[in-house]
């Protein structure tokens, strides 16, 4: 139990353009999903939090209007990165919390590429 | 000021060769310490949740302990696939998390 996907498992994309990353939890409610972001050979660096129906909580020097989370349902939290440029090519991770005082739940990541 | 510090950075034993990897954490109001696994490009796999200090985990070649203070993760006759890196997070008041940078362990046949 305690599943969590991400689509794309990769993407390039042209600078200019907008990218979406999906993160599902698949066999349980999410109340709470957490955006991360990881350069190589780094940890985690946490985004922003977000929980179903509300405004996410974005992190100090994360730009809300460049990344863009809505979480739609239980299950569903999408991150896009609007207006992409080279440096925001990295490794771009979710989890989720059962909201059961446990661990969060990491998704497999998605990397993204911004030629 | 919260903050998680893994050391060390990087750890290469021969296969066989038992080690620990040490967690040491400044947060206030913790609520749990975690350790997982990540291989390169994957996303981190749940391993262990530790509450309370002299709380103990194992699994296969894994012991994970706790104090007031640090945790640490025991390796056991390592084998080559136990390489990865090992984060730890600690998850404390207001619903924060903290991770450290990891210990890359690389394990020699």
């Given at each position: 139990g305690a599943v969590v996907s991400q689509h794309p498992s990769w993407v390039i994309c042209k600078s200019g353009t907008s990218v979406k990353i999906e993160c599902r939890s698949l066999d349980f409610q999410a109340t709470t999903m957490f955006w991360y972001r990881q350069f190589p050979k780094q940890s985690l660096m946490l985004m922003a939090t977000s929980n179903e129906g509300s405004k996410a909580t974005y992190e100090q020097g994360v730009e809300k209007d460049k990344f863009l989370i809505n979480h739609?349902?239980?299950t569903l939290s999408t991150l896009t990165v609007t207006s992409?440029?080279?440096?925001?090519?990295s490794f771009y991770i979710c989890s989720a919390d059962r909201g059961l005082g446990e661990t969060q739940y990491f998704g497999p990541g998605t990397r993204l590429l911004v030629l | 000021e919260d903050q998680v510090t893994q050391s060390p950075e990087a750890l290469r034993l021969q296969e066989g060769e038992s080690s620990s990897l040490n967690c040491s954490y400044t947060v206030s109001g913790l609520r749990g310490l975690f350790w997982y696994r990540q291989d390169p490009g994957k996303g981190p796999e749940f391993l262990f949740t530790l509450y309370s200090a002299g709380e103990e985990k194992e699994k296969e070649r894994l012991k994970a302990t706790l104090t007031k203070k640090e945790s640490f993760l025991h390796i056991t006759a390592?084998?080559?696939?136990?390489s990865a890196t090992y984060l730890c997070a600690v998850h404390g008041k207001g619903n924060q998390f903290y991770f450290g940078t990891g210990t890359s362990l690389t394990v020699i046949p």
């Open positions: 739609a349902s239980l992409a440029h080279p440096e925001d090519s | 390592p084998k080559p696939e136990d």
